[in-house]
């Protein structure tokens, strides 16, 4: 494709990852000079390099902020005072039913899926249509039309974006600035479909074939097993489901993330051979359910490859509080990643999506491994902040 471009700077809000990421890969490859955008200095660096990786030549460049806060946008204008290309991906979500959903939830997601767009579009539109030559494009959601009643604060966001636009493209009407709306459909993302399909497919098949080695003298385990390989398999029912209907997998609706955390080690402790414990320091307090969801599935991932690939006797699963992060501890006492061997096709997801899920919450990921003596995988997530859920994932 040639959509000459070359020459043109390309803005994508909230783009380390997601839509936002591949537009701004798409566009660097194009020959923009493409500036990505994120919370993080991590994420924005992260994004750098795999797009650096992926196209040798392009010009990338990164800006560390907020374009949800006002002194972010700020500080982003005097960096980069013009653009020709706007993609306004920004955007947050999170399902909430409709009588918890506060003022402050309504006026946060406007301000950040709304509002961000509109600062934008009014700092960057004037010299646009000075230049005679522009392109400001909004990523709304089907969500604008069809607004899930599960979240129908986010879906008023989607719908304002089309109002937002639409106005906008009359204002710049006989000028060579365009402006639209796109309205992308279900996309699941592929950490999303391990975490549940994988993991429960993979939970199915280790109970059944725990049914097929066991004898006769095993029968009570075995009729347990079955149980549980039911369940896992309604379960996974359930999340196809729900990924057909465009939603995201089930989160832990009504249990909060230490209760999960110890059923988990529980399970787990059951499930194989391996003891697991789970210890809790401190008090949880107002995480927001999205952020414990993350953290659950991050959770999950660990202890499923303790059983895969540890060969321990016992593992442990902590969740702390610093003066201002979460911290979540898996540790076992196995062989450690005797330095990784080379990955099966298909396999090898699972410390990329837990990454991935980290780096979202705008924490980090720690594995520290000894050869003979166990792993521990450390995840740090901050209290405070707002969650920037990539938008792709609704
Ligand atoms: N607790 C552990 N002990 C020893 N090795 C581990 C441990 N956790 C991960 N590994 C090593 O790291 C590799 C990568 O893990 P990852 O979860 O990314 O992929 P996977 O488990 O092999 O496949 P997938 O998760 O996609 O089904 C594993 O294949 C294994 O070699
Ligand atoms: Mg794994």
Redesign the pocket.
């Known amino acids: 494709m040639n959509l000459e471009l070359i020459g043109k700077t390309a803005l994508i809000s909230g783009s380390t990852k997601g839509i936002g990421f591949a537009i701004a890969s798409q566009l660097a490859a194009e020959g923009a000079q493409v500036i990505v955008n994120g919370r993080s200095d991590s994420a924005v660096n992260s994004a750098l390099q795999q797009i650096r990786k992926a196209v040798p030549k392009a010009e990338v460049e990164g800006f560390a902020g907020d374009p949800a806060t006002t002194k972010a946008t700020e500080e982003l204008l005097k960096l980069f005072p013009a653009v020709d290309i706007l993609v306004n991906n920004l955007g947050i979500y999170e399902p909430k039913p409709f009588d918890k959903t506060s003022d402050e939830d309504w006026r946060h997601v406007f301000e950040v899926n709304v509002l961000s767009g509109v600062r934008l579009s009014r700092a960057y539109v004037s010299e646009m249509k000075q230049r005679d030559w522009g392109r400001i494009i909004f990523i709304s959601s089907e969500s604008a039309i069809s607004t899930p009643k599960e979240m129908i604060h986010y879906g008023m966001t989607k719908t304002a974006q089309l109002a937002v636009s639409r106005g906008l493209a009359e204002y710049c009407g006989g000028t060579g600035v365009t402006v639209n709306s796109i309205l992308p459909g279900p996309l699941i993302l592929p950490g999303e479909i391990?975490d549940t399909l994988?993991q429960e497919f993979?939970g199915i098949l280790l109970h059944l074939e725990a049914v097929e080695g066991s004898d006769d003298a095993e029968l009570c385990s075995s009729s347990e097993c079955l149980a549980r390989a039911r369940e896992l398999a309604k379960s996974g029912l359930e999340d196809a489901r729900r990924m057909l209907l465009n939603l995201r997998p089930k989160s832990l609706e009504g249990s909060t993330l230490p209760d999960a955390l110890r059923q988990l080690a529980e399970g787990f402790s059951c499930d194989c051979t391996i003891t697991c414990t789970f210890c809790h320091a401190g008090h949880m307090r107002g995480l927001p359910v999205v952020i414990q969801d993350e953290l659950y599935r991050v959770a999950q991932?660990?202890p499923?490859?303790?059983r895969?690939?540890?060969r321990?006797t016992s593992a442990s699963l902590s969740l702390g509080y610093g003066p201002a992060a979460i911290v979540l501890k898996i540790k076992?006492n196995?062989?450690?990643?005797a330095m990784?061997?080379h990955?099966?096709a298909?396999?090898?997801?699972?410390?990329?999506t837990m990454r991935e899920r980290a780096q979202r919450l705008g924490g980090k990921i720690e594995i520290e491994?000894w050869p003979g003596a166990g792993?521990e995988?450390r995840i740090t997530a901050p209290l405070a902040g707002s969650i920037q859920m990539e938008r792709s994932n609704q």
């Open positions: 391990h994988v993979a991932e660990a499923s490859n303790v895969k690939h540890s321990a076992d196995g062989q450690g990643f990784i061997k990955q099966a298909g396999h090898g997801y699972g410390l990329t491994t792993t995988v």
